[in-house]
């Protein structure tokens, strides 16, 4: 696992059964020039709807009460946003106190990690915009298996 800055070079230059990974081997998005992503964008973007958007807004975009994820992926390395999701946080300061769960034992969003990573990496990237990606890449069978045998151990 590699643990380079966010905001590094997002561009994709190896793929292992339709995960793309950047020059330091971390996930990545591959979007092409006709709009399609990546199954792990699409996946990512389905994921961060369904278990993140109610505190972090929609599309990344942050809330009153939680941060815009389409920021913090500009500068969080993928290990401390690996951490910070199993882990949760808590910043207090004299105004406010955030506090992020952890999600650790969720596999609804453990088994989606990177998923999640992608997706908000894109965004952050302005590579993807506000809206569901309309074309997607097929999911892999790698992924597949890798994604039942996740859910069938949290179950």
């Not at 591959?30 to 505190?55: F, L």
């Not at 808590?90 to 034992?105: D, I, T």
């Not at 999911?139 to 039942?148: G, V």
Request: proline share 5%; with cysteine; hydrophobic share 30%.
């Amino acid at each position: 696992m590699a643990f380079a800055d966010g905001s590094g070079d997002p561009a994709a230059v190896k793929s292992e059964n339709g995960k793309y990974l950047d020059k330091e081997g971390n996930p990545t998005y591959k979007i092409q020039a006709d709009g399609t992503v990546d199954w792990y964008t699409y996946s990512g973007y389905r994921r961060y709807h369904s278990e993140c958007h109610v505190c972090h807004g929609p599309d990344g975009m942050g809330s009153s009460y939680a941060p815009a994820l389409k920021d913090s992926l500009k500068t969080m390395s993928y290990g401390e946003f690996l951490a910070t999701v199993a882990s949760g946080r808590k910043n207090v300061n004299s105004a406010q106190e955030n506090v992020m769960p952890a999600f650790g034992n969720n596999p609804n969003v453990t088994c989606y990690l990177d998923d999640l990573y992608v997706y908000l990496r894109a965004r952050a990237n302005d590579a993807l915009a506000r809206v569901r990606p309309a074309k997607h890449e097929d999911k892999s069978p790698a992924y597949t298996k890798a994604e039942d045998s996740c859910m069938a151990t949290k179950n």
